[in-house]
């Protein structure tokens, strides 16, 4: 089981993959937005849902109810509350 440095990097190396170009590793951080600064689109989602799945081992990543959910509270959607949602289905502390 990771722990919430492993977790993040996971996560920011998937993301790298489906972000927009010139979005490199490095500046992938906490507080970056999914939608507005990596500029992951609907078709980028599902390739992040499938390659989360697959990075951590999950059988299936709720992305729709994570995106949901944060519209509804007026959250952002950020790389931290993807990396807490993650750890929460992994039960890892974050």
């Known amino acids: 089981m990771p722990n919430t440095e492993t977790l993040f990097e996971l996560i920011r190396c998937e993301l790298v993959k489906v972000a927009m170009p010139g979005v490199s590793y490095e500046s992938i951080g906490p507080d970056s937005l999914l939608i507005e600064e990596l500029g ?3 078709f980028s989602f599902v390739r992040l849902t499938v ?3 697959t990075a951590l ?3 299936e990543f709720p992305m729709q109810a994570w995106v949901d959910r944060c519209v509804s509270d007026e959250q952002p959607i950020d790389v931290r509350s993807l990396v807490t ?3 929460q289905l992994l039960g890892v502390a974050c």
């Open 40 to 42: 992951v689109d609907s």
């Open 51 to 53: 390659g989360l799945e």
């Open 57 to 59: 081992q999950i059988e």
């Open 85 to 87: 949602t993650c750890g």
